[in-house]
């Protein structure tokens, strides 16, 4: 099992460009969980999955963001245009069963310049 | 709605010394309870967990008791070690994992 898997680990990009993060979830999990984290906020939930559908995006900061789950083993986090205030970590999680708890993956550390 | 709340930190201690940190929650329901780490430029990592009351989970050393009657779940370790120090987030299962505010240990030798 390798385990959840992001891409990049680390992105630098200027401001007004796309960025799309991705992430494979561990296979077999049916929930799959996007996470932004910063200093001043901490950890937020952007949106998160359950069988590939959106659950819940109350998360997403606006509609710069978007996220898809095409199939069960790949999800994307998409922000157009990126600003300087989206640099944070990004996380991406996946779970069989909430009550069993989340997998992490290693994160994309994002920087906007 | 469910809540948790962890002490704030961050904490610091000498190596071998006794660690607490103290996190409470709130819910409706029997909840599943987690702490999970988060080590230096790394992603969080389950620590551990206890899915009803009276459990006691524990892994590395760390042990924390789901208690029902004072709804809190403390992390326990008898002897902190340097590459003990990391984040500390208290979490419980909710339609979603709900998460404290995380407290930073650090350990010096």
């Known amino acids: 099992d390798a385990g959840v898997i992001q891409s990049p680990r680390h992105e630098v990009t200027e401001m007004g460009q796309e960025v799309t993060l991705r992430c494979k979830p561990i296979s077999g999990h049916d929930y799959l969980f996007w996470y932004r984290q910063t200093m001043m906020r901490g950890l937020e939930l952007l949106i998160y999955f359950n069988n590939n559908v959106p659950i819940d995006d109350s998360g997403m900061p606006e509609d710069r963001f978007s996220a898809k789950m095409p199939n069960a083993s790949f999800s994307t986090l998409k922000i157009q245009p990126s600003e300087p205030r989206d640099s944070a970590v990004y996380f991406c999680?996946?779970?069989?069963?909430?009550?069993?708890?989340?997998?992490f993956g290693s994160g994309t550390r994002l920087t906007v310049v | 709605g469910n809540s948790v709340t962890q002490m704030e930190g961050p904490v610091t201690l000498s190596e071998e010394a006794f660690l607490t940190i103290n996190c409470t929650y709130t819910a409706t329901g029997y909840p599943s309870l987690f702490w999970y780490v988060q080590y230096p430029g790394e992603g969080l990592q389950l620590l551990l967990k206890a899915t009803k009351a009276d459990d006691k989970g524990s892994n590395k050393g760390f042990e924390a008791t789901y208690r029902k009657e004072t709804t809190s779940f403390h992390l326990e370790k008898g002897s902190v070690q340097v590459s003990d120090s990391a984040v500390y987030f208290c979490?419980?299962?909710?339609?979603?994992?709900?998460w404290g505010l995380g407290t930073s240990l650090a350990v010096n030798p």
């Open positions: 979490a419980l299962s909710d339609i979603k994992l709900i």
């Open positions: 999680a996946s779970s069989h069963r909430v009550d069993y708890g989340y997998t």
